[in-house]
């Protein structure tokens, strides 16, 4: 009898001990699988951002983007003479429900505004836009440029205005981004639209943007005054470019680090790329040879630390070899 007992007594400590062996190594394999998961994730992430930065780059937005950067089909019908306005009248323009498949809006996407307003925050989307907080002290809505390499982007007709306006807010603002501007006043110029919500940072009430923006400056004054301080310095010559092209560059706020120079076709395939020796973090003063580069129309970007400081638009020459 104590025999029989010892072996179910020791039986059942058997099973309780594989019990507890098996919860153990479902617990192990369900932290490693979601490790992996996180681990993955992590990887697509580097993965998309490596291919922002790379070529042929799909812009990264999904939601009504060939209005965003005006390739759609009815591009043809926006009426492109500025309307004069203010940020409380564009807050109060009467939009409809956005959809994110919606075509572009007759009666509202259609029409290109101007006014004044100051810029108050500056983001650098994931998508490589542009995104301004616009804001005339009381009402908000937002300004976005998009990225002229992208390669929705580079088969619009406006690329030449993206690259001005993302450059007087590199000169101006700076690179990256910034939760708090202070420049003075400026006047925008560009496209009514209409962004499904999803917790943009100074969205206007009615969901109006001007997406995208194709002018912004200083607003023009009379007399004497201070000149606006550049962030950012560059010069590129000459342009047209042959066999060398000399890159200068002064950061006032920035340290530069590991800066190249990329060019880009208008197809946004990245045919060419220069190291830029910084010189005491804030300067880079270079030349390279780019017997490489065919000759054509291209957009050239300077990076730093991985990121984009400066877009231009640069023409290359047949050179004499």
Same mark, same amino acid.
């Given at each position: 009898?104590?025999?029989?007992?010892?072996?179910?007594? +020791?039986?059942?400590?058997?099973?309780?001990?594989?019990?507890?062996?098996?919860?153990?190594?479902?617990?192990?394999?369900?932290?490693?699988?979601?490790?992996?998961?996180?681990?993955?994730?992590?990887?697509?992430?580097?993965?998309?951002?490596?291919?922002?930065?790379?070529?042929?780059?799909?812009?990264?937005?999904?939601?009504?983007? +060939?209005?965003?950067?005006?390739?759609?089909?009815?591009?043809?019908?926006?009426?492109?003479?500025?309307?004069?306005?203010?940020?409380?009248?564009?807050?109060?323009?009467?939009?409809?429900?956005?959809?994110?498949?919606?075509?572009?809006?007759?009666?509202?996407?259609?029409?290109?505004?101007?006014?004044?307003?100051?810029?108050?925050?500056?983001?650098?989307?994931?998508?490589?836009?542009?995104?301004?907080?616009?804001? #005339?002290?009381?009402?908000?809505?937002?300004?976005?440029?998009? #990225?002229?390499?992208?390669?929705?982007?580079?088969?619009?007709?406006?690329?030449?205005?993206?690259?001005?306006?993302?450059?007087?807010?590199?000169?101006?603002?700076?690179?990256?981004?910034? +939760?708090?501007?202070?420049?003075?006043?400026?006047?925008?110029?560009?496209?009514?639209?209409?962004?499904?919500?999803?917790?943009?940072?100074?969205?206007?009430?009615?969901?109006?943007?001007?997406?995208?923006?194709?002018?912004?400056?200083?607003?023009?004054?009379?007399?004497? #005054?201070?000149?606006?301080?550049?962030?950012?310095?560059?010069?590129?010559?000459?342009?047209?470019?042959?066999?060398?092209?000399?890159?200068?560059?002064?950061?006032?706020?920035?340290?530069?680090?590991?800066?190249?120079?990329?060019?880009?076709?208008?197809?946004?395939?990245?045919?060419?790329?220069?190291?830029?020796?910084?010189?005491?973090?804030?300067?880079?003063?270079?030349?390279?040879?780019?017997?490489?580069?065919?000759?054509?129309?291209?957009?050239?970007?300077?990076?730093?630390?991985?990121?984009?400081?400066?877009?231009?638009?640069?023409?290359?020459?047949?050179?004499?070899?």
């Amino acid at each position: 009898m104590k025999i029989k007992k010892l072996l179910i007594s +020791s039986l059942f400590n058997f099973k309780v001990a594989n019990l507890f062996l098996f919860m153990f190594l479902l617990a192990v394999n369900i932290t490693n699988a979601q490790s992996n998961s996180k681990h993955k994730e992590e990887e697509e992430e580097e993965e998309e951002h490596a291919l922002i930065n790379g070529k042929q780059v799909m812009c990264g937005g999904t939601e009504r983007w +060939s209005q965003k950067v005006l390739v759609d089909a009815a591009v043809s019908t926006i009426n492109f003479t500025a309307l004069p306005a203010t940020v409380n009248s564009m807050v109060n323009i009467v939009t409809p429900t956005p959809s994110t498949s919606m075509p572009r809006y007759a009666g509202v996407e259609d029409k290109c505004y101007t006014f004044t307003c100051n810029v108050t925050v500056k983001k650098a989307e994931t998508d490589n836009d542009y995104h301004l907080v616009l804001s #005339d002290g009381t009402h908000t809505l937002i300004g976005e440029i998009p #990225d002229p390499v992208c390669s929705a982007a580079a088969s619009s007709n406006y690329v030449p205005q993206y690259t001005a306006a993302r450059n007087f807010v590199d000169t101006y603002i700076g690179s990256g981004s910034y +939760s708090s501007v202070h420049i003075a006043p400026v006047q925008i110029y560009g496209v009514a639209f209409v962004d499904p919500p999803h917790g943009q940072t100074g969205a206007a009430p009615n969901n109006l943007e001007i997406h995208p923006i194709l002018k912004i400056n200083f607003i023009p004054t009379t007399g004497i #005054d201070a000149v606006p301080e550049k962030q950012l310095d560059v010069t590129l010559f000459p342009n047209p470019f042959k066999d060398n092209l000399t890159i200068n560059l002064t950061s006032k706020a920035a340290n530069l680090k590991k800066c190249s120079i990329q060019f880009f076709d208008i197809m946004a395939n990245k045919v060419a790329e220069f190291d830029l020796p910084v010189k005491g973090k804030k300067q880079i003063a270079e030349t390279v040879n780019t017997t490489q580069i065919a000759p054509g129309t291209y957009i050239y970007r300077i990076i730093s630390d991985g990121k984009p400081i400066y877009d231009g638009r640069i023409i290359s020459l047949p050179n004499n070899n």
